[in-house]
């Protein structure tokens, strides 16, 4: 199977930007998405919220936003300051190309220092964010007019396919939960369900405030919020995570509802879905701690897609993960639609 769906989606959703704070490109990208399935709105903080029959039902969430750098200063020399937005990871940035989102978007280099000309003590070691800069290729003047501090970064990197089905990009973290989400809401279409909420949340990156305000104004009872996960690799552990290949993992958790998670589980092994439970003795780390708490609470479940390279501009994953997260959260939204009935 070729996955052309999930891959569309995939890769339309990770061409645009949408730094924490900042969403609007892809946050609209998708709204126009999820618009083909229910009426569409974006609350305060920019989240996208969809919504689709009446009274309480069934809330499905995945983050839109994506991590980056935010400029903190345009120097004098054209070169810019900046500060990470989310969990950036400076180790893979020295050298790298980025795209400066300001006035109009232009290109930029992450300075390095040729290993020829690196102090001894520094061999190694990575910059801190405080030494970083970033080069135009502009003069200060020229900068300063198209370039504000505030303004977002992004990482650049192209939608590569690699071997058999599996893609590498930038921001696959998470926009493969908002393919996966789109991509259940496909396999639904013409097939009565109970009511549902979809939030395509902002600012996860940054504390999750974008899903904690979201779902505050919705009514469901029950959430589904669809993240990625570290998949094994050379120097990860295959004991503590899964792997590309594994499906959908189900969490397993204290913050996550024991009841939904064995049923999304039982329902895998009987719809021949590809899944396994992945494992977790505290908070998650993703939205599910903030949805959980919101209201009286709300039963909150988690699956998760298992991705390479997390928090870099060559994230890899599998399309038929995200095709069994998909199909496993339309069967429990099948299965609780026949209940309500």
């Not at 009274?55 to 980056?68: K, N, P």
């Not at 750098?69 to 900046?82: C, E, P, Y």
């Not at 001894?120 to 003069?139: H, R």
């Not at 570290?230 to 899964?242: H, I, L, M, N, W």
């Amino acid at each position: 199977m070729e996955y052309s769906e999930v891959r569309s989606l995939l890769e339309g959703l990770c061409g645009k930007g949408g730094v924490s704070g900042r969403e609007d490109d892809a946050a609209d990208f998708a709204a126009n998405l999820l618009s083909k399935y229910m009426p569409v709105k974006r609350d305060t903080l920019g989240s996208v919220i969809g919504k689709k029959g009446e009274g309480g039902g069934i809330i499905l969430d995945a983050h839109i936003d994506r991590i980056g750098l935010i400029v903190t200063a345009v120097k004098d020399d054209g070169f810019l300051k900046v500060a990470k937005v989310g969990g950036s990871d400076i180790r893979v940035l020295t050298g790298a190309k980025v795209t400066i989102h300001g006035k109009k978007d232009i290109f930029g280099i992450v300075t390095s220092t040729p290993p020829h000309l690196a102090k001894k003590e520094d061999e190694g070691k990575a910059p801190s964010f405080d030494d970083m800069l970033i080069d135009t290729g502009l003069t200060g003047e020229e900068a300063k007019e198209i370039v504000s501090p505030g303004d977002r970064i992004t990482a650049n990197g192209s939608f590569l396919t690699l071997a058999g089905t599996r893609v590498a990009s930038p921001c696959i973290d998470d926009r493969a939960g908002v393919a996966a989400i789109l991509r259940c809401l496909q396999m639904l279409e013409g097939k009565s369900t109970c009511p549902l909420e979809v939030m395509f949340s902002a600012q996860e990156e940054t504390g999750g405030s974008g899903a904690q305000a979201g779902v505050f104004g919705l009514e469901g009872s029950v959430a589904l919020a669809v993240d990625v996960t570290f998949a094994s690799a050379p120097g990860v552990s295959k004991e503590k995570y899964g792997s590309l290949g594994d499906g959908a993992l189900v969490g397993i958790a204290p913050t996550l509802d024991y009841e939904i998670s064995s049923r999304l589980l039982a329902l895998a092994g009987e719809k021949d879905i590809k899944a396994k439970p992945e494992v977790m003795g505290g908070r998650t780390g993703t939205n599910c701690d903030e949805i959980q708490t919101q209201r009286g609470g709300i039963k909150t479940a988690l699956i998760s897609i298992p991705i390479r390279n997390m928090h870099t501009s060559v994230e890899v994953c599998e399309l038929a993960d995200i095709e069994a997260t998909a199909a496993l959260m339309a069967a429990y939204i099948e299965e609780r639609s026949g209940e309500n009935a």
